[in-house]
């Protein structure tokens, strides 16, 4: 009887045994680059996934398609699940460094060659003027940008078409006067008057005719530069990429050059720390919108330390591309009690460990195939939503958003509804937009990643195409 008893008890406590088991750790290091590994850490407090040493090793294998090696702890509060963690950590801060090294190379040798290559050979061509009369013998050759010169000969190949085609012109109004002064000669009889003035008018027709075809041959006689219309080769104004403004009165009165911001983010860099390795991209493709956009206002003052929000201007339902690797969730605004709208957040993971950003004013979270998932990882430059932040006509912001002061709701068109689907919309309810004045991303960053524009990439990797410019928010 004593026996059956306590088996009874023991069976009752198994379960609540299970339940407090120690939390799991799982260590998986897999090919990452040509010559280090990488590492990533995984727990598992209900051992669905793992629950030995050969269990982990599955998982890693099933997780990477191979791996290089594997550590396991069975308690994480453990000392050894610590230091196998803080190994981790070092293997992949390693790697990512690594990585970073031979993408900053591959750039550097991209650029000189080509550097190299716009030195020895044409490097852009221009656009060709478009006239407003057609004149067929009028053609425009190339205009080039070739080592550094500007190289155009539009003028004279105008000069030269409009030659020849009152050349021809001329030509044919002096063959119509041979042939009607050859009809009054015939048609003259006896009269010696009217056959004298159809010879004249032959005689000059004929000379002008001569002088006509043979005017090349005269000023290339005279000066054979004559004939070459080229014009002086000219230096070529620099290009300098014009900032992409917002409209609105976001922030303190007044602007700031893009200089100013230049400098901001060079004291930053040098200064500043990021506690990332990895870069944190921009998810429009351009650079973060300076002016009184979050860089001056709302106590920032200029400081890199307290400038935490940035604006990218983007197109309508332009991506937005995750700025670094991590998980993604999503939530869709049914209010107004913040201005962000619809949000993408997503916190950092591997390499990205830390850092956290909230992304405002999405017009929807699909991927590129069109895809809602509500949770998902995400490596950086991944699509995880489109832009919004156009305000539906005759939506009612709160009295003290800029946008009601402002009167941004102003788009009219079919509202978006649902974010998780793809529809053919053009603006959004203004719980969904936030307070904009137009199509923009607006990114908070959380300070454990350490200062945002110590860690952004600022001009280094604009790939994107150019997008129009977007609104700007104030977030009450």
């Not at 983010?265 to 990332?276: D, P, W």
């Amino acid at each position: 009887m004593k026996r059956f008893v306590f088996l009874i008890v023991l069976a009752l406590l198994l379960p609540t045994a299970n339940i407090y088991a120690a939390e799991r750790v799982c260590v998986c290091y897999y090919p990452s680059g040509e010559y280090t590994d990488t590492c990533e850490r995984f727990t598992d407090p209900d051992g669905h996934e793992f629950d030995n040493a050969n269990e982990c090793e599955e998982y890693c294998n099933s997780n990477f398609g191979g791996v290089n090696d594997t550590d396991f702890a069975e308690d994480a509060e453990s000392e050894y699940a610590e230091n196998m963690s803080g190994e981790c950590l070092r293997v992949a801060a390693e790697s990512a460094a690594e990585h970073e090294a031979v993408a900053a190379e591959e750039e550097a040798a991209e650029a000189a060659s080509a550097a190299t290559s716009s030195k020895s050979s044409s490097t852009k061509e221009l656009l060709k003027p478009i006239l407003s009369i057609d004149i067929p013998t009028v053609t425009f050759s190339d205009g080039l940008i070739e080592d550094g010169v500007l190289k155009v000969n539009y003028l004279g190949d105008y000069i030269a078409g409009v030659y020849i085609y009152l050349l021809g012109i001329s030509t044919t109004i002096a063959i119509v006067m041979m042939m009607v002064s050859g009809l009054q000669w015939t048609l003259g009889g006896t009269s010696a008057e009217a056959i004298g003035k159809a010879k004249t008018r032959i005689k000059n027709a004929l000379t002008g005719l001569v002088l006509l075809i043979c005017s090349y041959i005269i000023l290339f006689t005279v000066n054979p530069n004559l004939i070459k219309l080229q014009f002086p080769e000219l230096d070529p104004v620099e290009e300098i990429a014009l900032d992409l403004y917002t409209s609105g009165d976001e922030g303190i009165t007044g602007t700031a050059s893009r200089n100013a911001c230049n400098t901001i983010v060079e004291t930053a860099k040098t200064k500043g720390k990021c506690s990332i390795s990895q870069s944190v991209a921009s998810p429009t493709g351009n650079q973060p919108i300076c002016g009184q956009h979050h860089w001056f206002d709302g106590g920032a003052g200029g400081d890199y330390k307290k400038i935490i929000n940035l604006d990218y201007a983007a197109g309508w339902g332009s991506s937005i591309r995750a700025p670094f690797d991590g998980k993604v969730t999503y939530k869709t605004s049914t209010t107004t009690s913040n201005g962000c709208g619809n949000t993408i957040a997503l916190t950092g993971t591997g390499s990205a460990t830390g850092a956290t950003i909230s992304i405002c004013h999405a017009k929807d979270f699909l991927d590129d195939s069109g895809t809602y998932i509500k949770s998902r990882t995400v490596k950086q430059g991944d699509i995880i939503g489109h832009v919004g932040g156009d305000c539906c006509a005759g939506e009612k912001p709160p009295a003290n958003w800029t946008s009601a002061k402002k009167g941004w709701c102003d788009v009219n068109g079919t509202a978006c509804t649902d974010p998780t689907k793809k529809e053919s919309c053009t603006c959004q309810p203004v719980t969904q937009s936030g307070n904009t004045s137009g199509p923009h991303v607006h990114i908070t960053w959380n300070v454990a990643g350490g200062d945002l524009l110590a860690c952004i990439e600022y001009g280094e990797k604009s790939s994107s195409p150019a997008t129009t410019s977007g609104g700007d928010e104030m977030l009450p």
